[in-house]
């Protein structure tokens, strides 16, 4: 009797392929939306060491696997070392990290300063800790960006992190002011930059989850919830729940600014302006209403941006 014929494994289920092509598929927006804004900013360069700030949050652990992705890609040489800093808060998981990071074969620090008692002692009981928290570790994180040589410093900042400082910074602080993709550092001797600028915090939460990273619970401090950024994080998903594009053109338009159609004189010389005497086709049409077509998109070559950062 001949032996029976190997059965084929049996086709994966529908739903098991469905998940596995949304999950390529964020992978893929994911590693475009980063290196468009590392190329748009300029932010990675040849020879650069990039620190990367790891907190173990969802956000900062898809900067580090997105950057390493890239890395293997990008038409520059650039180095990546990981810091996390431990601020000895009750029940921080301190192996949970190195652990991680030993597993992936990434060069890492950590950086062991006990900020919480700092802040808990200075700060009278029931105030919010966080300002002189973050303080204190943007110190640490500057020195530790020295001693290591780094050129760069990488947070995991997106894109809703950016529109949420922009609308706090609209309704609270009277400022046309968002958290920009690449800056100098208040001291002055670091370059800061957010990768993750224009992904959207939904695909970051979703990635964490695909890729099963250990997060660490951010609520270790105590600290309550910044309240106002509770609200305006609750408008923005209302905004994209009940007016879908609002969102995406409120922060397009960051990049699309128009002083000469702003208040601010220190941008615009309003003082100084005289008529041309020269007809401009593009030019302001004074007393009609303002036309208010949506802008072209920018566009997005897939994948492209991932080999062309310097573009
Ligand atoms: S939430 Fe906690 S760890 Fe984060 S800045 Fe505030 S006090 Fe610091």
Known sequence: MNAPAELPPPAPHKAQQKERHEANKLDKRLLRLAGQAIGDFNMIE?????????????????????????????????????????????????HVLPDYLTRLGVPFHI?????????????????????????????????VASELGATKIALGHHRDDILGTFFLNLFYGGRLKGMPPKLVSDDGRHVVIRPLAYVREADLARYAQVKGFPIIPCNLCGSQDNLKRKEVKRMLLEWE?????????????????????LMDAGLFDFRGLKATGVADAEGDIAFDEEPCATPEARPRDDGLALVRFGD
Do not use: W
């Open 111 to 143: 950086e062991t300063q006990d900020t919480y008692s700092i802040v808990t002692r200075v700060i009278p009981a029931g105030k919010t800790l966080c300002s002189l928290c973050s303080r204190l570790r943007r110190g640490i994180l500057y020195r």
């Open 46 to 94: 040849d020879g650069d060491k990039v620190m990367v700030c790891l907190s173990g949050g969802k956000d900062s652990y898809g900067l580090l696997d997105v950057l390493l992705k890239l890395r293997e890609r990008a038409p520059i040489r650039f180095d990546l070392v990981a810091v996390n800093l431990d601020q000895k808060q009750p029940g921080f998981p301190a």
């Open 241 to 261: 729940r009940r007016h879908p594009g609002r969102v995406e053109n409120t922060f397009n338009a960051l990049a699309r600014v128009v002083p000469s159609h």
